[in-house]
């Protein structure tokens, strides 16, 4: 069979990252989603997993495997296996976290130790998990902060990353946020508005939100904001260019000022439509709207 007459490969997803972080809920939904879910895979049995889903449901079954640190010595041997030439197939990098108070607290309720416990204290087997998991962090192509997510916000973020397994277009997720709440540490791009003047100190737009028209002119009409604008999008577009010579198919955006309510709700919508005008697939959320 010549190259071109080739069946083509479905995706596979490799998820992993902190205990407690959502991995078996994030499964769960890609199973739903049609994949085919291996979970506590050792790394070094990936090839084989693929190869006989290959020769069991066809080279298109969309394959998911969820690694972790219970596999092990095995575990170091995950990067060397996502290689393309080790599976024949274009994985996908998933990882999920959470804040260690966040993770001690799912723990405690579902009673179960950490595996990398041992005798000490649940916060010990998480620092020692986040040494192990450090380097697979940085090479992920999604991470999602699962602190402030419940079980359906998740499934619907894995939902609307891998719903539709034949797109092969960069997703570009742009999050506005309040600084007073914390920084995304899932973002790839933070930009801060807080440069510009705030609607809040106007009694007539303080009831308001960035997504009220209102709002919105009055931000985007302020000295710099155009400017920015000009300025940021260039970058986000050629940064979304080189994202997709790498392979890479997410890219999230987040956009701060002091609560998030006003100017970076109004900013990430005006953001997403621009990036959308120009042919790009993005979407706006609001981390913080509607927090206060």
């Known amino acids: 069979m010549s190259e071109q007459q080739q069946p083509a490969t479905g995706p596979l997803v490799v998820v992993t990252g902190m205990t407690g972080a959502g991995r078996s809920t ?25 190869r006989l889903v290959d020769e069991s449901q066809g080279a298109g079954q969309p394959i998911a495997v969820v690694v972790d640190v219970r596999s092990g010595s095995f575990f170091g041997s995950l990067q060397a296996n996502l290689a393309q030439k080790a599976t024949g ?5 998933v990882f999920l976290e959470a804040t260690d108070d966040v993770l001690v607290r799912r723990q405690e309720a579902a009673r179960r130790p ?6 000490g204290r649940l916060l010990d087997g998480l620092e020692r998990e986040r040494v192990v998991l450090a380097d697979l962090r940085g090479e992920a192509d999604l991470v999602i902060d699962t602190t402030a997510l419940n079980v359906h916000q998740l499934t619907s973020r894995i ?9 092969t277009d960069l ?12 920084i995304p540490v899932d973002a790839d791009y933070l930009a801060d508005m807080r ?3 705030n609607p809040h100190w106007i009694p007539e737009l ?8 209102e709002v919105s002119e009055y931000v985007l009409s302020q000295p710099g904001a155009e400017e920015f604008l000009d300025g940021y999008l260039p970058v986000l577009t050629g940064v979304a260019e080189g994202y997709l010579r790498e392979g890479k198919r997410f890219m999230r955006v987040a956009i701060g000022c002091t609560g998030g309510k006003h100017r970076s709700v109004a900013m990430t919508e005006e953001v997403t439509r621009r990036l959308v005008e120009l042919g790009l ?10 927090r206060e």
């Open 195 to 197: 440069f510009l003047p």
């Open 159 to 167: 939902r609307e990353a891998f719903g539709s397994p034949d797109s």
């Open 89 to 93: 197939r274009r994985a996908t990098l």
């Open 171 to 182: 997703r570009i997720r742009v999050v506005s946020f309040g600084f007073k709440y914390g």
């Open 26 to 50: 994030a499964a769960k939904e890609l199973e739903d989603l049609g994949y085919y879910v291996v979970d506590n895979l050792p790394p070094s049995l990936l090839r084989d997993v693929v």
């Open 206 to 213: 303080r009831p308001h939100t960035g997504r009220d028209h």
């Open 114 to 119: 950490h595996p990398l416990q041992g005798s």
């Open 281 to 290: 697939q993005a979407t706006a959320t609001h981390r913080d709207l509607g």
